[in-house]
């Protein structure tokens, strides 16, 4: 079935770090790949999204490139700041359009 | 816009007992979902629903149930609460085009004493 690994479940970075969460899926065809961020008391919200190979998705100085090739959507960001602290969830939606497959999450801490 | 209300925000209950989550959407969206969420293991899929009287099982689904008596409301059910089962509940929905967005609650917190 489809899947979502991401490796890292903990990272602390300090201001101005470069930023990498590592996303792997597994899904046959073309699925759309999603970043989500979830704060504290809060539901996951949209990051943004890709649907095609090579597209880039960008948001808040994050961004990650839809790769099939590598069956890849990392996370990258140049310089985080102490608000990115939060918890990131790479995901899919298979061609169905109906399943949502999450990652397990993972927490950015970003000291000040 | 629109928005994803929970209720309860906190649901403290005994062991055994069944205890009710309610989730309402106003977007119009016909397909909604329960997610369940534990630390360190993501989100998990406990049910969803395509359209007002539809449910379709998760990978979690033992040990609760679901209604969709409206297109608008999602509700969950815990059969039989356990001590094991404290987790937060995520209620979600989406309109159900390609690819398209799944928008959030702000969860539901089990608490079993």
């Known amino acids: 079935g489809d899947s979502v690994t991401q490796t890292e479940g903990q990272v602390a970075l300090s201001e101005e770090d470069f930023l990498t969460i590592h996303c792997n899926y597994s899904?046959?065809?073309?699925?759309?790949l999603f970043w989500y961020v979830q704060y504290p008391g809060e539901g996951p919200q949209l990051l943004f999204r890709?649907?095609?190979?090579?597209e880039k998705g960008s948001s808040r100085g994050f961004e990650a490139t839809y790769d099939k090739g590598t069956t890849s959507f990392h996370l990258r960001k140049a310089s985080v700041q102490e608000s990115d602290s939060a918890v990131y969830y790479c995901?899919?939606?298979?061609?169905?359009?109906?399943?949502?497959?999450f990652g397990k999450g993972t927490s950015l801490t970003v000291i000040p | 816009g629109g928005i994803i209300t929970q209720t309860p925000k906190f649901l403290i209950g005994q062991e055994g007992q069944k205890l009710t989550l309610k989730c309402q959407q106003n977007?119009?969206?016909?397909?909604m979902y329960w997610y369940r969420q534990d630390s360190g293991k993501g989100l998990r899929l406990i049910y969803y629903?395509?359209?007002?009287?539809?449910?379709q099982k998760g990978d979690l689904s033992e040990g609760y149930d679901a209604s969709r008596e409206k297109k608008s409301s999602f509700s969950l059910t815990v059969t039989s609460a356990q001590k094991n089962e404290m987790a937060v509940f995520l209620c979600?929905?989406?309109?159900?085009?390609?690819?398209?967005?799944?928008?959030f609650g702000e969860g539901s917190r089990l608490i079993v004493v």
């Open positions: 629903s395509i359209t007002e009287n539809d449910l």
């Open positions: 899904a046959s065809g073309y699925p759309t």
């Open positions: 890709a649907s095609r190979d090579k």
């Open positions: 995901a899919l939606s298979d061609q169905g359009y109906q399943n949502f497959y």
């Open positions: 979600a929905s989406t309109s159900g085009v390609s690819g398209n967005t799944l928008y």
């Open positions: 977007f119009n969206h016909d397909t």
